[in-house]
């Protein structure tokens, strides 16, 4: 008779033993595939922010080679609005929907006149800190850029710190690059 209690006790612990994980085991496992996701989704909300970011570098050159394209010989850039841009095609198609035309942040993209006619300029608006930070990295190429009030130019003392600060003032600004 002992032996076969033992037996049977001994099988209680095996099946016990082998009824699963314990609910503190299975939280913490829980808990690590959470921080797996979280780090996952963050990790896929900068690479799409790059993105971006290189999409937008990539339409703010081909936009300014179109437009010195289509005003080529002409001495300035009057009469410059978008309905002429979205006819002459100096928006890349990405940008363009049903006449609007918008940047990847959604914000309106602007095209005008500037200098008294002589140069031009493309208004971004709506562009976050991170993409405006870069972008306005790309002063060198333009005559000038205005972030939210503040013109930056590849002579501006202190240039990064200038733009780091003009685009942190607010969560999004207001971009305005002029070229020739």
Known sequence: MEIKNQTLELEK??????????????L???????????GALQ??????????????????????????SVFQGQTGFSGLTNAVALAADIFP????SGGNVSNKW??????APAAGDLAYSIQYANV????????AGSVASWDQI???GTVVT?????LTATNITACGAADAVTMTFQGR
């Open 106 to 111: 959604g914000g309106a993209v602007t095209l």
């Open 43 to 68: 990790l896929k909300g900068r690479v799409e922010q790059t993105n971006k970011i290189k999409d937008e570098l990539g339409n703010l050159m081909a936009m300014q080679i179109n437009i010195t």
């Open 28 to 38: 913490m496992v829980m808990a690590a595939v959470v921080m797996l996701v979280a």
């Open 128 to 135: 976050p800190t991170e993409a405006c930070v870069k972008l």
């Open 13 to 26: 612990e095996t099946i016990r033993a082998d009824a699963g994980y314990s609910i503190l085991e299975l």
């Open 93 to 96: 198609t990405s940008m363009t």
């Open 146 to 148: 205005e972030i939210g």
């Open 154 to 158: 590849s002579s501006t003392a202190n």
